[in-house]
């Protein structure tokens, strides 16, 4: 299994769909941040995306975890070991 980002950069605020977004200190494409989604999709290694805490600003942080073909149940296993092991500390529900 191979831990990798979900997305091009940490969860960012609202914006106007389309609009570019600074990664690394330049302009990308806002439909592209989610490209490194794909490859492990078209090879036919299917991700999960699990929720990894939140960042300073309090958005969100995720992790996306990639197996073998046919391993859905062994990937949601890992991720539950990585919530218990803090790896992957989830997300706290909002307050009542």
């Known amino acids: 299994m191979l831990l990798l980002p979900p997305a091009m950069r940490v969860a960012f605020a609202h914006c106007e769909p389309g609009a570019r977004l600074a990664v690394d200190g330049e302009q990308a494409d806002y439909f592209g941040h989610g490209a490194v989604l794909a490859p492990a999709n078209l090879a036919g290694t299917p991700s999960l995306v699990a929720p990894a805490g939140e960042d300073d600003d309090g958005l969100p942080l995720g992790g996306q975890l990639v197996g073998p073909r046919w391993s859905e149940m062994r990937r949601t296993s890992v991720c539950r070991g990585l919530e218990a092991h ?11």
């Open 86 to 96: 803090d790896v992957l500390p989830g997300l706290e529900s909002p307050p009542a």
